[in-house]
């Protein structure tokens, strides 16, 4: 039976990459009694997972990791599988749409701290055509809104998730980071009705936290047990901290230039990885972020072009680095 499972899924993933190019199912890997999923959800992904807890039925912690989701049918049935055998769930940088149904399955939820706190979040939304518009006929089939208060154990908002189902645009997204956020934001929960593109944190704030509305069940983050192999890991141990400031004290930014000061503010919203640098004329500076192999050559470059002199890194991803 096994067996015929792992054929179905090779030929209903081989149909997905001929109809959809080079996009290819959630990846899984297995750590002892952990499973991580991560990517895109393609539709062949309940049987895989089926499979890897029949390969190994220790299995009780599911991290999801860097979803936009994707078919919402699995998600639903991921999430009932999860919930079913009992495990605890965790999201490890971002899990969206189909992948939110998947986390809320977990009888236990968690943040890790793989990623930077106001880079985990779980997002939540209706269901979407092609065209990326609100499917309602879908969302009310497939009864999303019971859905999620039943999987949210009866804690989730009716309100806020009667707003959520219906955002219009699938870019959209009520938007919930781990309560800790709060202290530096305001608020860790973000409305965003997909109008126009933003960052999550940008979006209408929403007075309640992850764990009030069920969709974390305990304030722990916890590691990934591959976290130390991702790369946003491996950089931070190859440019630690200095201790010359935390990464948001515009005070102490070596630039004495409204202008700098103004970049390096859209340098702390720009994703991973990437680099800051600065002159010693406190005048000049230059980034990067994503988009090149050396981020942080090209800082310097930038900034050397500029300054006509020898520049300094200032910030590495989400660490001052800078002495």
Known sequence: MQRQHRLLALAACCLGIMGSGATHAMELATHGNTLILSGPVMGTELVMVKDAFAANP??????????????????????EFLRDAGVTTAVSGY???????????????????????????????????????????????????????RYSDGKGDPDLVKRWISIEKNRGAANFFHPDVGARLGNSVFFCDGL?????????????NALERGVITDVRRVASPDQGK???RQRALQFPPSGYAALADLG??????AA???????????????????????????WVSGGTDDVNAAALKRCEERAKQACTLYSVDDNVVYH
Not at 126 to 135: E, P
Not at 196 to 208: D, G, L, Y
Request: hydrophobic share 30%.
């Open 95 to 149: 899990c969206i749409s189909s992948c939110s149904r998947m986390f809320l399955g977990g009888k236990y939820r968690l943040f890790t701290d793989d990623y930077p706190a106001d880079r985990t979040l779980v997002g939540f939304h209706g269901h979407y055509g092609t065209d990326g518009n609100l499917d309602r006929a879908s969302v009310q089939k497939n009864g999303l809104y019971a859905w999620t208060l």
């Open 196 to 208: 126009t593109p933003q960052n999550p944190t940008s979006c209408e704030p929403i007075a309640t």
């Open 230 to 232: 991702l790369p946003g």
């Open 252 to 257: 102490k930014l070596p630039l004495e230039s």
């Open 58 to 79: 220790k299995i009780d912690f599911v991290v999801l990791r860097n979803s936009h989701g994707g078919d919402a049918w699995t998600g639903y049935r991921i999430g």
């Open 260 to 286: 700098g000061t103004e970049q390096y503010q859209r340098y702390l919203q720009a994703k991973p990885p990437k680099a800051f640098a600065v002159a010693p004329t406190r005048q000049h500076w230059g």
